[in-house]
């Protein structure tokens, strides 16, 4: 993938999924079913996590990170749910958009060769595509969420 695509992706498919976010009033996003028993709260807050963890990937061009990786992924978003379902909400919001911040600028930084060339990056398996993984800790990622967040708002007012 071209830099300018994946950047231009990156900044379209933020803006559709703040814009979905937009929809939901503060106090709805506190209601469990957004996506099984996580709140949309819950959904940004695991939206945070997978984008801190990418920055410093980007950045250091090193594949590392959480302990949380060793796990399944149904473990790990466990844990990331347990460690942030008792947070303020603008707490979590805050903190994703931080995250999100920090996310697009070090994509910025990476070079066209950096996103196509996994061995640019020390311990990342010869397999995998570098804009590959950095999409699936973003725009890809918020696109698994929105089908969901969007079905449960439409039951959502057909209950008011």
Known sequence: MDKTTFINTLKERRAQWEALLAQIDKEW?????????????????????????????????????????????????EVVYQQNRDRPLHEIMTEEQGAYAQFLQAAQELSEEDLNDPLRFKNMPEVWVPWQI??????????????????????GEQRV
């Open 29 to 77: 996003m506190l209601q469990p079913g957004a996506a099984d028993k996580w709140s949309v709260k819950d959904i940004i807050a695991h939206i945070a996590w997978g984008e801190q963890e990418t920055v410093p990937v980007m950045q250091m061009h090193v594949m590392a990170g959480s302990e949380l990786w060793n796990l399944s992924q149904d473990e790990r978003n």
């Open 134 to 155: 950095f999409a699936g800790c973003s725009f890809r990622h918020y696109q698994d969420h929105m089908p969901s967040m969007r079905e449960w708002l439409v039951r």
